[in-house]
């Protein structure tokens, strides 16, 4: 991403999650964002002890970057504090940094560093920071190839008894080359999806290939259960079958890769549209996005009583470009955010789903851009609000935008 800019903080609606939904205009108090200017790719994650953190980047001079955090006490961001920097960052618009936050406070963070000159040469760098302890460790790299090909699309789940899950996409088998080039990647050979185990004292464990053949840059996505983690991902057969998969940890153990849903689409190239996955005690829910029978379509699954997930219900089938989030709203019902055209407009809607397969009304957030510039689409819930982040464009500068709304079960 080469435009950067100044993150702006509002107040939004007062948003009524009933099978029935409205939304009713409201004057609420803005908040100052803590950062400084030329500010990027904003992510938002509420943390095992129950706060709302933002991480971003923030772009200096040449190349140099610096990634941040702040957490939300009350209506205000605490003092941003930097997690890393560096002027060898492969800084994307679709492969954000993120930080995740565990029970105890322990934090885990992750952003990626070029590794060799190819476009697609970089490392996933994992630092930490042990409750009580006031500085961020040195990089850690989870994957120990060492070849010179893409690694990225991380996700953290803090598992809340001192250890951190993480998977990411690992090209180890690609060959570096460009996303277009043979098998996906140079002809090399396919990406794969690997997981992690990282302790507060920096020790990695249990490294393992969860699918050997995936798709090569959407995002993956990934949610602690009490029975362990569940991880998702756009999947990728020999004969280009694009559809999601999910695995699941259960007594210490990977299952083998199942399909969330067969939606049949076949596409020669890698559509940069990842699912998302989120749970409520051990109900899950996972939202994404397909173009199978040449049909843009946003969907959403509720997981089963057999170790399956539910017939989909379609969201939106008119003109989504994807870019999807989902939240558990109560046991039984999520709300899904996505990115659309309306009317000649690019549009940030929200919808509530059922695990009955009832939808509320489609709700417009507010209207953005279209282009890889704007970002994916941030939403989450902390207490009775739910906060969206996305990427503003203007006249070819950027700023990040926040809103909240107020959620009615």
């Known amino acids: 991403m080469k435009n950067y800019g100044t993150i702006i903080l509002a107040a939004f609606v007062v948003f009524a999650c009933s099978s029935t939904t409205n939304t009713e205009e409201t004057t609420d108090t803005s908040f100052d964002f803590p950062g400084g200017t030329n500010a990027s790719l904003p992510h938002l994650t509420k943390g ?22 702040s957490m939300l006490d009350g209506n205000q961001w605490t003092e941003p504090e930097l997690i890393s920097g560096g002027d060898n960052w492969f800084v994307n618009w679709a492969d954000y940094p993120m930080i995740a936050v565990d029970k ?48 990225g699309f991380v996700t953290i789940l803090p598992q809340n008894d001192g250890t ?8 180890r088998n690609t060959g570096g080359s460009d996303h277009e080039s043979g098998n996906g990647h140079g002809g090399g050979g396919a990406m794969t999806i690997r997981t992690a185990v990282l302790n507060m004292q920096g020790n990695l464990t249990e490294e393992t290939e969860l699918d050997s053949r995936v798709c090569d840059c959407c995002q993956t996505g ?18 280009e079958i694009r559809d999601m998969s999910f695995v699941r940890k259960i007594n210490g153990n990977w299952t083998a890769p199942q399909p969330i849903n067969e939606d049949g689409w076949k596409i020669a190239g890698c559509p940069v549209n990842g699912p998302r996955i989120a749970a409520l005690g051990d109900q899950l829910v996972s939202a994404w996005f397909t173009a199978a029978n040449e049909t843009p ?56 789903v059922s695990k009955d397969g009832s939808l509320g009304e489609i709700n417009t957030i507010t209207e953005t851009d279209g282009s890889r510039g704007s ?13 969206f982040a996305w990427t503003n464009m203007e006249e070819g500068n950027s700023s990040i935008l926040i809103k909240k709304i107020s959620a009615m079960e």
């Open 48 to 69: 095992g002890d129950d706060n709302l953190y933002l991480s971003w980047v923030e772009k200096g001079d040449s190349n140099w970057v610096n990634f941040k955090y």
């Open 104 to 151: 105890d406070g322990n934090k885990v963070a992750h952003y990626l560093a070029k590794s060799a000159s190819g476009t697609y040469s970089y490392d996933v760098n994992v630092v930490i920071k042990p409750a009580g302890i006031t500085s961020w460790s040195p990089p850690i790299i989870p994957h120990k190839d060492g070849t010179p090909t893409e690694h």
């Open 164 to 171: 951190f899950h993480l998977n990411w996409l690992d090209g």
């Open 222 to 239: 990934g949610i602690m259960t009490s029975a362990g983690p569940v991880v998702v991902y756009r999947d990728r057969s020999d004969e």
């Open 297 to 352: 379509t946003v969907k959403a699954a509720f997981f089963g009583s057999t170790n399956s997930f539910l017939d989909p219900v379609i969201i939106d089938n008119q003109k989504p470009l994807g870019r999807v989030d989902v939240i558990m709203l109560t046991e039984s019902s999520a709300l899904v955010s996505w990115l659309t055209n309306e009317e000649g407009k690019t549009v940030i809607n929200a919808r509530k």
């Open 375 to 387: 970002g994916f689409p941030q939403m989450e819930k902390a207490g009775d609000q739910i906060y």
